[in-house]
T-cell receptor, first 111, second 116 residues
């Protein structure tokens, strides 16, 4: 699975959009981009995933560049409860597929 | 719908003692994962089951770790004997893998182990 690069930390004011970047320059054609987050003392929580089209659900939007070498997770109106570590994971399909977590981005939402 | 259930939530033991963790996946999920998460790091896969079969245990330290998933539902992860370096959070996840192998893993709250 391709490696990802994320900034170690980011701050965001409550009510503003949080834009979390991820670089995955070695991604291959059949690999998906997944985002999970982990709130303190909880297990990771699935947010969203995509292949090449932009995706949106009730939690967030995922913007993937046309060359697929990077993506951005957007939390449109961040709240204090969105404070967490956000993991960007590139993952293939097939029997050997697994989630390989990096160290993620620690997002701090402030008043 | 209930999520992934793990117990205990916390465990403190002395080194060289045995310890076991239990996981009940989401109903109907055929794939179960055990991850270990060290402080400040992301989770790392220990073992993956498809139904009763362990299909990826390459990262499981087999000299002291063992796991089982009887009847393809609940699973236990055991450490015997525990070492100081085993202190970590042990996470269980489950998913439903079908013909289209793009599945979402759902995680439990984890068991926080401290070995003294």
């Amino acid at each position: 699975d391709a490696k990802t690069t994320q900034p170690p930390s980011m701050d965001c004011a409550e009510g503003r959009a949080a834009n979390l970047p991820c670089n995955h320059s070695t991604i291959s054609g059949n690999e998906y981009v997944y985002w999970y987050r982990q709130i303190h003392s909880q297990g990771p929580q699935y947010i969203i995933h995509g292949l090449k089209n932009n995706e949106t659900n009730e939690m967030a939007s995922l913007i993937i560049t046309e060359d697929r070498k990077s993506s951005t997770l957007i939390l449109p109106h961040a709240t204090l409860r969105d404070t967490a570590v956000y993991y960007c994971i590139v993952r293939g399909t097939g029997t050997a597929s697994k989630l390989t977590f990096g160290t993620g981005t620690r997002l701090q939402v402030t008043l | 719908e209930a999520g992934v259930v793990q117990s205990p939530r916390y465990k403190i033991i002395e080194k060289k003692q045995p310890v076991a963790f239990w996981c009940n996946p989401i109903s109907g999920h055929n794939t179960l994962y055990w991850y270990r998460q060290n402080l400040g790091q992301g989770p790392e896969l220990l073992i993956r089951y498809e139904n009763e079969e362990a299909v990826d245990d390459s990262q499981l330290p087999k000299d002291r770790f063992s796991a089982e998933r009887l009847k393809g539902v609940d699973s236990t992860l055991k450490i015997q004997p525990a070492e100081l370096g085993d202190s970590a959070v042990y996470l269980c996840a489950s998913s439903l893998v079908g013909s289209v192998r793009v599945e979402t893993q759902y995680f439990g709250p984890g068991t926080r182990l401290l070995v003294l």
